[in-house]
C-alpha cells in the first residue's frame, strides 16, 4: 500500500483548507498507527491522520473503538472544542502540521515518511505526547533535515547534483523527486534513467529541467487533475496530476484529490482484508487438523497411561503368571503349553 508523496501531499493540503475554522468535534485512535478527528465545518468532515502512510477526509464510516487509548484520551482533552487554525505541509516534506486553538494553542505534527509519527505539541513544539514512543514528552520536535525541493531544481541545479557515477533515476529520486516522479522526469526528457548522471550532456540537462518543470509547476499552479490509476480493474495509485508513466493504464477521474485519496485506500484496505481473510481461513482449516491430530493422540495416550495403570495395580498377579510362564517354558515345549 502506498505512502503519500510530497506532491500528494501539496495537493491534499490544499483542497484541506476547507477545515480550517473548523471545530474540533471528537477524536478516535484505531490502533495501531491511524487518528480520526471529527470536524464540524460546514457539515461534518472526517479526517483521516495516518502515520506513516496518509492524510485525507473521509466518507467511509468506522466503527468506534469500545475503549479509547491513552492517546486518544489525551488528543480529546487537549484537542476537542477546539479550532483548527491552519493546516501546513512543511516546506514540500511529507510532514503536516495543524495547528488548534483552545485555551492554549496546540500543534499535530503528521509524518507520513517510513515510520512515522504523530506528535501532539505545544505551539513552541515542545512534544506532549508522541502516538510511537521515539519521542520523549518534554523535548522539543525537531523537524526533519531540509532537503533540496523540485521547485529549486533548475539547469544549473541539476549540474551541481549531476556529479554523480549513479543513474539519472536515482539521483534525482534522492534529490527530492522520489522514485515514482524521477522515472517520469526521465521518460519526459527522453533520457535513458540508468544512464550515469555525470554523462548527461546540457542539452540532456535542459531537457530534465523543462521536465522537471512541467511536472512540478502544474502542483505548485495548483492544476490538479485527481484521479486514480486502474489496471485490469484493480487500483495502482491515487495521483494529483497526470504522468505519462501510467498512459496505457486506465484512469477513473474524481472532482477533489481527497475523494481519490478516500477511493483509493478504501478498496485497497479492504482487498487487504479479504486477503487476510483468505489467508485466515487457511490458519484455521490448519489448525482444525492439528487438533484433531492433537485430540487423537491425546486419545492414544490416554490408552496408554490406563494400560499402564492396569499393569501397575496388578503388578503381582501379573509377576506370578509370568513366573508360572517361565516355569513352564522350562519343562514344556511352546505347542505343550498353547494347548
Known amino acids: 500500500m502506498k505512502s503519500m508523496s510530497s506532491a500528494d501531499i501539496a495537493a491534499c493540503v490544499f483542497e484541506l483548507?476547507?477545515?480550517?475554522?473548523?471545530?474540533?468535534?471528537?477524536?478516535?485512535?484505531?490502533?495501531?498507527?491511524?487518528?480520526?478527528?471529527?470536524?464540524?465545518?460546514?457539515?461534518?468532515?472526517?479526517?483521516?491522520?495516518?502515520?506513516?502512510?496518509?492524510?485525507?477526509?473521509?466518507?467511509?464510516?468506522?466503527?468506534?473503538?469500545?475503549?479509547?487509548?491513552s492517546f486518544a484520551m489525551l488528543l480529546r482533552k487537549h484537542l476537542e472544542g477546539g479550532r483548527i487554525k491552519s493546516i501546513k505541509q512543511h516546506n514540500f516534506d511529507r510532514v503536516v502540521v495543524i495547528e488548534i486553538e483552545k485555551e492554549e494553542p496546540r500543534l499535530l505534527v503528521v509524518e507520513l515518511f517510513s515510520k512515522g509519527n504523530v506528535i501532539l505539541t505545544d505551539k513552541n513544539l515542545k512534544i506532549i505526547m508522541p502516538l510511537k514512543p521515539f519521542f520523549k514528552p518534554g523535548e522539543t520536535y525537531r523537524f526533519p533535515e531540509s532537503r533540496i525541493t523540485p521547485f529549486e531544481l533548475n539547469a544549473e541545479k541539476l549540474k551541481e547534483i549531476f556529479s554523480e557515477e549513479r543513474g539519472v533515476v536515482r539521483v534525482l529520486a534522492r534529490n527530492g523527486l522520489g522514485g515514482l516522479y524521477a522515472e517520469e522526469v526521465c521518460l519526459r526528457a527522453g533520457i535513458d534513467k540508468n544512464k550515469p548522471a555525470n554523462e548527461l550532456s546540457e542539452e540532456e540537462i535542459e531537457r530534465v529541467a523543462h521536465a522537471i518543470e512541467s511536472i512540478f509547476g502544474a502542483i505548485k499552479e495548483k492544476k490538479f487533475v485527481p484521479h486514480v490509476v486502474v489496471k485490469n480493474g484493480e487500483y495502482v495509485d491515487a495521483l494529483p496530476i497526470e504522468l505519462h508513466i501510467y498512459d496505457e493504464y486506465e484512469r477513473k477521474y474524481f472532482t477533489a484529490f481527497n475523494e481519490a485519496l478516500d477511493e483509493y485506500y478504501a478498496r485497497i484496505i479492504s482487498e487487504a482484508r479479504e486477503e487476510e481473510g483468505e489467508e485466515l481461513k487457511k490458519l484455521r482449516a490448519r489448525l482444525e487438523k492439528q487438533l484433531e491430530a492433537r485430540k487423537e493422540f491425546e486419545e492414544e495416550m490416554e490408552r496408554y497411561r490406563r494400560a499402564g495403570d492396569a499393569v501397575y495395580e496388578n503388578y503381582q498377579l501379573l509377576e506370578q503368571i509370568l513366573e508360572a510362564f517361565r516355569r513352564a517354558k522350562r519343562q514344556k515345549s511352546w505347542d505343550e503349553i498353547k494347548r
Open 17 to 69: 483548507q476547507e477545515l480550517v475554522g473548523g471545530r474540533v468535534d471528537k477524536i478516535y485512535h484505531h490502533p495501531p498507527d491511524e487518528i480520526r478527528i471529527k470536524i464540524r465545518s460546514a457539515g461534518r468532515k472526517d479526517l483521516i491522520l495516518e502515520a506513516g502512510r496518509r492524510i485525507h477526509v473521509t466518507k467511509f464510516p468506522k466503527e468506534s473503538p469500545r475503549f479509547p487509548s
